[in-house]
T-cell receptor, first 112, second 113 residues
Framework: SQQGEEDPQALSIQEGENATMNCSYKTSINNLQWYRQNSGRGLVHLILIRSNEREKHSGRLRVTLDTSKKSSSLLITASRAADTASYFCATPGSSNTGKLIFGQGTTLQVKP | EPEVTQTPSHQVTQMGQEVILRCVPISNHLYFYWYRQILGQKVEFLVSFYNNEISEKSEIFDDQFSVERPDGSNFTLKIRSTKLEDSAMYFC???????????FGEGSRLTVL
């Protein structure tokens, strides 16, 4: 399976701290994506990193990709209470249909 | 900002009843998907749809499930005879191409009693 598996499963931090979530996957990929899901809502795309990229930034988000270790990390700097959500990594399926396979997710709680 | 819209937001049904969940994908997107998420669990792929046909389906997507794009804008998921274990949040998603980001709707919560 190409599933991404995140750790930790749950993370609780204080506002202003940084949050780091990790994702591991099993097979070769051409990109890896991170999504956010607020409780009871749909998934929102955060960032896509291609297999030839090692690091990518978007605002307070920093994503790394290590294809040799088949792992990625999502760092949220200077977290805010509004960052409280579940975060999922997603990898493309082996077929050419555009489907994504999601990991179990990391539930982040940022305390004000 | 274009968005994927889903209706209903919540449906309660009796076991054995048919349910149709509706989605309006983003208008210039060509790839469409249904996912489901049982409460507290991961988001699971059900089916992908391209060029008016199913391009891939998962083991979950058995004969009780079907999808349709009846009029060029709506994309529907039908569950023919619902089971208790079909209770979940169902998400529709669309994408421009077969790589890249997917845009998700807010989901339809299905409760089977």
């Amino acid at each position: 399976s190409q599933q991404g598996e995140e750790d930790p499963q749950a993370l609780s931090i204080q506002e202003g701290e940084n949050a780091t979530m990790n994702c591991s996957y099993k097979t070769s990929i051409n990109n890896l994506q991170w999504y956010r899901q607020n409780s009871g809502r749909g998934l929102v795309h955060l960032i896509l990193i291609r297999s030839n990229e090692r690091e990518k930034h978007s605002g307070r988000l920093r994503v790394t990709l290590d294809t040799s270790k088949k792992s990625s990390s999502l760092l949220i700097t200077a977290s805010r209470a509004a960052d409280t959500a579940s975060y999922f990594c997603a990898t493309p399926g082996s077929s050419n249909t555009g489907k994504l396979i999601f990991g179990q997710g990391t539930t982040l709680q940022v305390k004000p | 900002e274009p968005e994927v819209t889903q209706t209903p937001s919540h449906q309660v049904t009796q076991m054995g009843q048919e349910v149709i969940l509706r989605c309006v994908p983003i208008s210039n997107h060509l790839y469409f998907y249904w996912y489901r998420q049982i409460l507290g669990q991961k988001v699971e792929f059900l089916v992908s749809f391209y060029n008016n046909e199913i391009s891939e389906k998962s083991e979950i997507f058995d004969d009780q499930f079907s999808v349709e794009r009846p009029d060029g804008s709506n994309f529907t998921l039908k569950i023919r005879s619902t089971k208790l274990e079909d209770s979940a949040m169902y998400f529709c998603a669309s994408g421009r191409g077969n790589t890249g980001e997917l845009f998700f709707g807010e989901g339809s919560r299905l409760t089977v009693l």
